[in-house]
Nanobody, 116 residues
């Protein structure tokens, strides 16, 4: 079983920054992808960014140039640095881990609100 614990959400003004963290624990395969999804009211959950255990990242077009995903494999931790936040970034952000067998696990979600 795998557990994901997120932290770092909150309220920030437009143009501000936040950093999300997600630590995975349990039986984790070394080949995996860790990433962040978000879901705003009335919308489907969508990929924000993902980082792969062997290197490489992917981003949603809407966050390219503003968000940076990184990971520390030794700590099974993934980070999402979010800069120049916009009101449209307001959502619940979920951490996700998917292994090479395509099993996946989700964190409990953390609220990010961008408002003046």
């Amino acid at each position: 079983q795998v557990q994901l614990v997120e932290s770092g959400g909150g309220l920030v003004q437009p143009g501000g920054s936040l950093r999300l963290s997600c630590e995975a624990s349990g039986s984790i395969d070394t080949m995996n992808a860790m990433g962040w999804y978000r879901q705003a009211p009335g919308n489907e959950r969508a990929l924000v960014a993902a980082a792969f255990s062997r290197g490489g990242t992917t981003y949603a077009d809407s966050v390219k140039g503003r968000f940076t995903i990184s990971r520390e494999n030794a700590k099974n931790t993934v980070y999402l640095q979010m800069n120049n936040l916009e009101p449209e970034d307001t959502a619940v952000y979920y951490c996700n881990l998917r292994d090479f067998k395509m099993r996946e696990w989700w964190g409990q979600g953390t609220q990010v609100t961008v408002s003046s």
